[in-house]
Every structure is written in C-alpha cells, then in structure tokens.
C-alpha cells in the first residue's frame, strides 16, 4: 500500500511538474502579449482573462507540489528551538491536516459540482438546475464565454492531489517509508 501510495504521489508530481511550467509560460507569454499591445494601441481583454485563469490554476498546482515537497508554510522558528521529535511530529501534523484539508475539498467539490444530481437529471443542464437550483454548469467567463466549471475542475484536482501527497509524506513521518530524496528541480533550485 505504502508503494501505491508513493507510485502514485509520483505520477501526480511528474503531471503537476509539467502542468505548472506550462502555466508559469502562458501566463508569462499573455502578460507580454498584452503589454505590447498596449504599447502599440490597443488592449487584449482576453489575454488578461486568461492570465488570470492561468494563475489561479497555477496556483493550485504549485500548492500541492509545495506540500509534497516540504516546502509548505511553516513556522520555522519552532525548528530551531524544539527538539528533533517535536519537529517530527510537528512536520506529522502538517501532513495530516494537509490529508484531512484534501479530503474535505473533494467531499464539498463534489457536493458543489454534483455530477451525481446532473447524471440523474439526463446530463441535461436546464434540468439540473431546475431541480438542483446549481447554475454552476452555466456560468461562463465575462470575455470569452468559456464555461467557468473547466476552470472550478482544478479544485477536485487539488484536493485530490494534496491528500495524496500529504498521505505519501505521511508514510514517510510514520517511518513507513525512507524519505524521499527531493530532487533540486521538485524545490525550484534547478539542476546542479
């Protein structure tokens, strides 16, 4: 089980890792993209839009890869001064709200999203939010029209993403597992 759980942790770390670089560039790209717009004339509504959507993805993203990789908020100075097992079961407790965070998020995206009620409506929007009073298949953004429910699917991610990777860190407090040897490009030090 501790290797499912660490194979999977993984393969959501390589996922993310692209994931996240391709966020980073697009943002970057449609931020210059509109900036020489408007030093020429003119403003690109959508590429603001997108740079945003970008960004929140992103940011997503990135937090459950900081999780995973130790690097989430801490109060360090509590390092310093307690001793290495305190440190240890401070470092515990932080995956297990991590693991306890996650879950709640997939329970109450699942309630938002309700893909359950909108099968039993006959995948039929106007039906679903006849009987369900959740419009949240209908909203779409202010520029391009693009529905807002591909972007919210991020969060179910997320949360699945971080009780699985607080859950891999977990094993690795518990001492089910050896810890695992961050490699420098995981914490954004690059490649030696």
Do not use: K, Q
């Not at 290797?3 to 390589?14: C, H, N, Q, W």
């Not at 709200?97 to 106007?126: E, I, K, Q, T, Y």
């Not at 369900?132 to 591909?150: A, D, I, M």
């Amino acid at each position: 089980m501790v290797r499912l759980i660490r194979g999977l942790s993984e393969a959501l770390i390589a996922v993310e890792r692209r994931a996240l670089m391709a966020l980073v560039a697009a943002v970057a790209v449609l931020v210059l993209l509109n900036v020489g717009g408007r030093a020429i004339g003119f403003t690109l509504a959508w590429a603001d839009e997108l740079a945003i959507l970008a960004m929140v993805l992103a940011a997503f993203v990135g937090a459950a890869l900081m999780l995973r990789a130790r690097m989430d908020p801490a109060v360090l100075i509590l390092h310093e001064v307690l001793p290495a097992r305190a440190v240890a079961v401070l470092r515990g407790a932080v995956s297990l709200v991590g693991f306890g965070f996650g879950l709640a998020l997939v329970w109450m995206c699942w309630r938002w999203l309700d893909p359950a009620g909108l099968a039993a409506s006959g995948f039929d929007v106007a039906e679903f939010e006849m009987t369900r009073f959740n419009f949240v298949y209908t909203e779409v953004t202010p520029v391009l029209g693009l529905p807002f429910w591909w972007f919210y699917l991020v969060m179910p991610w997320f949360g699945l993403s971080l009780s699985v990777h607080a859950l891999a860190n977990l094993t690795e407090d518990a001492g089910l597992a050896p810890a695992r040897a961050l490699d420098r490009d995981l914490r954004g030090e690059g490649t030696p």
